[in-house]
């Protein structure tokens, strides 16, 4: 009987550690402004936006949907959070939710990746 109930009670903790360890993994869907049809090709701010993004701390990977104007983010949630990421998009010159886009980050966009 003893070994019946240690057993079930590893097979509790052990489901118990596994689900904390899913949850350190995050999607988000952000959405956000785009301005041009060509974001992820521009030479100027498509590079910068992919090489900014991956600079993250904690970000995984990030998806730009230019025809719904989102960004998928796959985050870890052990190392940043989703106001962090928010704030960096910011600064990239691209709005992220109910963050607006930053003025300086805006205007070293190309001219027709800014909001007119």
């Known amino acids: 009987m003893k070994n019946l109930i240690l057993i079930i009670f590893f097979s509790f903790f052990t489901n118990a550690i596994c689900a904390q360890e899913t949850k350190k993994n995050q999607k988000a869907v952000i959405k956000t402004n785009i ?6 090709e521009c030479e100027t701010c498509g590079g910068n936006f992919r090489s ?9 990977m990030y998806e730009l949907d230019e025809k719904n104007m989102t960004i998928t983010v796959f ?9 962090t990421i928010k704030g960096a998009i910011s600064k990239m010159g691209y709005d992220a939710d109910e963050i607006k886009a930053d003025a300086t980050g805006l205007g070293q966009l190309d001219d027709c990746c800014k909001k007119v």
């Open 35 to 40: 301005e041009c049809d060509h974001c992820k």
């Open 75 to 83: 985050y870890n949630t052990q190392k940043t959070n989703l106001e």
């Open 52 to 60: 900014n993004m991956l600079k993250i701390k904690g970000v995984k």
